[in-house]
């Protein structure tokens, strides 16, 4: 928590505008950069609302402490004045009762614990954060290339048949038959006059998200564990709103590997564990089975090489380097993915050039995507992966 209480404070304190810097009379290309003002709140947010977004961001850093979110909130008080004469930490805590946001935990330090609604609001804000360019829209699925039952039309009509959708009627075409077949005089419409829009099949999507909680997600101070939970909790309220027929299943990966619940994301932590891939991606298989959807995918957030094998009862690790046993296993298993038609995509948030070589070998052989990407841009990538992988 102290790498985080300086970076927060640095953005608290800074807001970042992109604004080009002046050309050079000795240059020829113009030189973009960033340049850092101070942090101006927004004037109709209310003190509630602006403590509130700040107080979801560190419950997700804290992975769920309601005690240490508002310790960490007050010191952010303390130093940037985050609060007024009018309004105070404390009124603000009893907002957060009063509004559902947290109730009475005697289990939980400092007697107080996150309720569901809370749950859920973390969920809607970080895909707003990530998915932000995003509007709501009617629930649907995947559209393909192939005519048949959903809710996006075609440019094609036909005949009317029992068990149509009624919303498709193409009343146009409909009311023009009726003229053409029974004439002005006695207007009636049939059965035998409508037409209705033909419309794309849907697909459904059965999906697993795979999160490496291994000792390296925190490792020389950086936090990859929080940026992964964002993902997961995005994805989950993006296929609950947009695509609400679709299955998302998440499983945590270390040592071993087990599925988790959706309200229990926002609480996950990271351990002194090594790295189970092959653990992960066969729980994940088991999973998809049961499903018997065609449609099937796995994503997997890591930010380190397989280094752990279990065998029998025993566990087989190795830190040093890429060992060949474990290795030639996570390749067995890419391979029976692809035999399977389960596409994984690699979301790979560390440079090493090892390490890449060894995703790049992994990708191939499942015949999958790999992206190599920043923290801030990861849930961007998830977002469009999913969006694009659609089949008949």
């Keep these: ?129 990530i998915f932000g360019d995003l509007k709501k829209a009617k629930s649907g699925q995947h559209n393909t290339g192939t005519i048949g039952r959903g809710d996006e039309h075609t440019a094609d009509v036909k005949p009317f048949e029992f068990g149509d959708n009624l919303e498709n009627i193409a009343i146009t075409n409909s009311l023009q038959n009726a003229y053409i077949n029974h004439g002005i005089d006695e207007f009636h419409l049939t059965q035998e006059d409508l037409e209705v829009h033909e419309t794309y099949f849907q697909s459904q999507m059965s999906s697993v998200l795979m999160i490496d909680i291994s000792h390296s997600m925190t490792l020389y101070g950086e936090d990859r564990i929080t940026p992964a939970k964002k993902v997961g909790l995005a994805l989950a309220e993006f296929i609950r709103t947009r695509f609400p027929k679709d299955t998302l299943d998440i499983i945590v990966f270390g040592d071993d590997a087990w599925p988790i619940e959706l309200k229990d994301l926002p609480y996950l932590t990271n351990g002194e564990y090594h790295t189970n891939t092959v653990a992960g991606l066969e729980l994940a298989l088991d999973i998809l089975k049961k499903r018997r959807n065609p449609n099937r995918q796995i994503f997997m957030v890591t930010d380190g090489k397989p280094t752990c094998l279990k065998i029998g009862k025993n566990y087989y690790k190795n830190s040093f380097g890429l060992d060949r046993k474990i290795i030639n296993r996570c390749l067995s298993l890419a391979l029976r993915c692809k035999k399977m038609g389960i596409p994984i995509t690699t979301f790979m948030i560390a440079r090493d050039p090892y390490l890449m070589r060894f995703v790049e070998t992994f990708t191939q052989t499942n015949n999958g995507t790999a992206f190599y990407s920043s923290l801030s841009g990861l849930g961007s990538f998830v977002l469009e992966n999913y969006k694009k992988r659609k089949k008949k």
Aim: glycine share 8%; hydrophobic share 35%.
């Design 1 to 129: 928590m102290r790498g985080f209480g300086d970076l927060f404070i640095r953005m608290a304190k800074l807001e970042c505008s992109n604004k080009q810097i002046p050309k050079s009379t000795n240059t020829i290309f113009p030189m973009l950069g960033f340049r850092f003002t101070d942090y101006k709140p927004d004037p109709n947010q209310t003190t509630f609302d602006r403590l509130f977004k700040i107080f979801q961001e560190l419950m997700l850093y804290t992975s769920g402490d309601v005690y240490e979110a508002l310790a960490w909130l007050n010191e952010l008080d303390r130093e940037y004045k985050l609060t007024t004469e009018e309004y105070g930490m404390g009124d603000f805590i009893n907002e957060l009762k009063e509004k559902g946001y947290i109730r009475p935990d005697g289990d939980a330090e400092g007697g107080m614990g996150p309720t569901s609604k809370l749950e859920i609001s973390l969920r809607q804000k970080s895909l707003d954060d």
